[in-house]
């Protein structure tokens, strides 16, 4: 049997992960939806724990697990023609991971995460989005869509880039190529009303509860779910489990109960196995608890990418499936 392939659009970057459990998340509720937030006093110096550094990207974290869990992958990104760079291209090439569609942009700079990561494994993140922000239509190519199983589009916010995504949106359609749409916050401040006019085009939509509820303007996290775009909707809410709606059907998986170390990727690492999932079997349900049991096991590791192998991940799985069964919500 052949092994299916999933395209995955978005950046490439270098993260830096700075650790400080001494900080506290507060809580703090707009309109219609609810924010966790950092508070830092100017012309003071807040203790970390550790720091690290590691290659990352929305888009190469999810690719990274839907290689490892043994679906084909591809990559359109772009970096700069830096140091940093170079850590990403090598980077990916130990991992196996294509390059043949990552642009090295003359006199750009690559992009860097800046990850503070505090009590309980939450985070907040500063962003110098580089090479990233340059990637535009010129990337993606007919030929590129055609070649994949599936289209997974990751945050991808400037001009440029949303010229891209209007691209690759349409080359799916033309071609029936199954579109997944996983967004940032960042995308959906930047692009909502443009996003908004897209409706229709999505067959997958995933997205954590606090971008449901900004995206959709709903305070009440079911209707968000039921106001996302896509054939299926997968909304992820920290410990509060994944729910998900197509078909008619509203279900709720679990989380796993597990000690947080670092959420640094753990979206992605979902997005990567869902998708892997969706490629292998098409079982939503099973291919939405796989992808909360690589998640769980992505939250007990530092970095942005899950290092567990194959084997493990799905030991893990096998292990916990019982833990996850899932229960209609209405």
Same mark, same amino acid.
């Given at each position: 049997?052949?092994?299916?392939?999933?395209?995955?659009?978005?950046?490439?970057?270098?993260?830096?992960?700075?650790?400080?459990?001494?900080?506290?998340?507060?809580?703090?509720?707009?309109?219609?939806?609810?924010?966790?937030?950092?508070?830092?006093?100017?012309?003071?110096?807040?203790?970390?724990?550790?720091?690290? =550094?590691? !290659?990352?990207?929305?888009? #190469?974290?999810?690719?990274?697990? !839907?290689?490892?869990?043994?679906?084909?992958?591809?990559?359109?990104?772009?970096?700069?023609?830096?140091?940093?760079?170079? $850590?990403?291209?090598?980077?990916?090439?130990?991992?196996?991971?294509?390059?043949?569609?990552?642009?090295?942009l003359s006199g750009q700079k690559t992009a860097i995460g800046i990850n503070l990561l505090c009590a309980g494994g939450e985070k907040t993140n500063l962003v110098f989005k580089g090479a990233?922000?340059?990637?535009?239509?010129?990337? =993606?190519?007919?030929?590129?869509?055609?070649?994949?199983?599936?289209?997974?589009?990751?945050?991808?916010?400037?001009?440029?880039?949303?010229?891209?995504?209007?691209?690759?949106?349409?080359?799916?359609?033309?071609?029936?190529?199954?579109?997944?749409?996983?967004?940032?916050?960042?995308?959906?401040?930047?692009?909502?009303?443009?996003?908004?006019?897209?409706?229709?085009?999505?067959? =997958?939509?995933?997205?954590?509860?606090?971008?449901?509820?900004?995206?959709?303007?709903?305070?009440?996290?079911?209707?968000? $779910?039921?106001?996302?775009?896509?054939?299926?909707?997968?909304? #992820?809410?920290?410990?509060?489990?994944?729910?998900?709606?197509?078909?008619?059907?509203?279900?709720?998986?679990?989380?796993?109960?597990?000690?947080?170390?670092?959420?640094?990727?753990?979206?992605?690492?979902?997005?990567?196995?869902?998708?892997?999932?969706?490629?292998?079997?098409?079982?939503?349900?099973?291919?939405?608890? $796989?992808?909360?049991?690589?998640?769980?096991?992505?939250?007990?590791?530092?970095?942005?990418?899950?290092?567990?192998?194959?084997?493990?991940?799905?030991?893990?799985?096998?292990?916990?499936?019982?833990?996850?069964?899932?229960?209609? =919500?209405?």
């Amino acid at each position: 049997m052949s092994v299916k392939t999933a395209l995955f659009i978005g950046s490439s970057t270098v993260d830096v992960n700075a650790y400080a459990q001494g900080i506290c998340p507060v809580v703090r509720r707009h309109h219609r939806h609810t924010e966790k937030c950092l508070e830092l006093t100017f012309a003071s110096k807040t203790a970390l724990d550790d720091v690290t =550094v590691c !290659t990352g990207g929305s888009a #190469t974290n999810s690719a990274y697990a !839907t290689h490892l869990l043994g679906s084909g992958v591809d990559l359109i990104s772009a970096v700069g023609d830096d140091l940093f760079g170079d $850590l990403v291209m090598d980077d990916l090439k130990k991992h196996h991971l294509p390059t043949r569609h990552v642009k090295r942009l003359s006199g750009q700079k690559t992009a860097i995460g800046i990850n503070l990561l505090c009590a309980g494994g939450e985070k907040t993140n500063l962003v110098f989005k580089g090479a990233t922000d340059a990637l535009d239509e010129k990337a =993606v190519s007919e030929a590129a869509i055609v070649g994949a199983d599936i289209v997974v589009c990751t945050s991808l916010s400037s001009p440029a880039n949303f010229k891209l995504f209007e691209k690759a949106v349409l080359l799916s359609r033309q071609h029936h190529i199954p579109f997944v749409f996983a967004p940032s916050i960042t995308m959906l401040r930047a692009r909502r009303q443009e996003l908004q006019r897209m409706h229709g085009h999505f067959d =997958v939509v995933v997205m954590n509860h606090e971008e449901a509820g900004y995206y959709t303007d709903c305070k009440e996290p079911l209707e968000a $779910l039921h106001e996302l775009p896509g054939k299926l909707n997968v909304m #992820t809410w920290d410990k509060k489990g994944v729910f998900v709606e197509y078909g008619g059907l509203r279900l709720h998986v679990p989380t796993l109960d597990v000690a947080v170390k670092d959420t640094t990727g753990a979206g992605d690492c979902f997005t990567g196995a869902l998708v892997h999932g969706l490629l292998s079997h098409g079982n939503v349900l099973k291919a939405v608890q $796989l992808a909360t049991a690589a998640a769980s096991l992505k939250v007990q590791q530092s970095g942005a990418k899950l290092t567990s192998s194959k084997a493990q991940v799905h030991a893990y799985f096998e292990k916990n499936k019982g833990k996850l069964k899932a229960k209609q =919500v209405r």
